[in-house]
């Protein structure tokens, strides 16, 4: 069984970026779909994105258009989830996970996490 | 302001049986699958049911789902105090292109 294992917890200054890593351990993360989900404190689940490496192009929340950037490092069984222009309401808890894994390509596969990341605190404050 | 609407809070006693409702719309729910997730304090999310109805292994049967036209229902029978937690519905929406969550509901196992 795949496991997700995510890098730790980040301290940002307003107008930075995070990256945030979510390591395969156990196999690989070609045939998963992969999504980003944060929960801000006293708020809901709010997926970001996704992506599928064995197709390589990443779905993105029209929210998060143009301040997110999702990729997979197939070598290293790594994605990571790039947040630019960061603000205070990006404070949140920001996990990875995967679907069962497929060979078919739908965007409703982003829907059925099975697995998750044990999660990364992205604390943004001056 | 979530797409999908859930009511914040539902409670019931040990053992009892509740519901959980989740509102969308014709671009949602009406044309996609429900996923329903249980969020544990300091815990990631868990996968409970998936495509409406299906429960992942080793999810029991204590729990289920159902959805009719543009709502879905997450059913919890044998109440347990260990069920209390966030419980979140989750489907497509295909004008926003994007998984859609409801605000989530705190059950209370009184």
């Known amino acids: 069984q795949v496991q997700l294992v995510q890098s730790g917890g980040e301290m940002k200054k307003p107008g930075s970026s995070v990256k945030v890593s979510c390591k395969a351990s156990g196999g690989t993360l070609r045939r998963y779909a992969i999504s980003w989900v944060r929960q801000a404190p006293g708020q809901g689940l709010e997926w970001m994105g996704g992506?599928?490496?064995?197709?390589?192009?990443?779905n993105y929340a029209q929210k998060f258009q143009g301040r997110v950037t999702i990729t997979a490092d197939e070598s290293t069984s790594t994605a990571y989830m790039e947040l630019s222009s960061l603000r205070s309401d990006d404070t949140a808890v920001y996990y990875c996970?995967?679907?069962?894994?497929?060979?078919?390509?739908?965007?409703?596969?982003?829907?059925?996490?099975?697995?998750w990341g044990q999660g990364t605190l992205v604390t943004v404050s001056s | 302001q979530s797409v999908l609407t859930q009511p914040p809070s539902v409670s019931a006693a040990p053992g009892q049986k509740v519901s959980i409702s989740c509102s969308g719309s014709?671009?949602?729910?009406?044309?996609?699958?429900v996923s329903w997730y249980q969020r544990l304090p300091g815990t990631a999310p868990k996968l409970l049911i998936y495509d409406n109805d299906k429960r992942p292994s080793g999810i029991p049967d204590r729990f289920s789902g159902s959805k009719t036209r543009t709502s879905a229902t997450l059913g919890i029978t044998g109440l347990q105090t260990g069920d209390e937690a966030d419980y979140y519905c989750g489907t497509w929406d295909s004008s926003l292109s994007a998984v859609v969550f409801g605000g989530g509901t705190k059950l209370t196992v009184l």
């Open positions: 992506i599928i490496p064995m197709f390589g192009t990443a």
């Open positions: 014709s671009s949602n729910i009406g044309i996609y699958y």
């Open positions: 996970a995967r679907d069962v894994g497929s060979s078919s390509y739908s965007v409703v596969r982003f829907l059925d996490c099975v697995s």
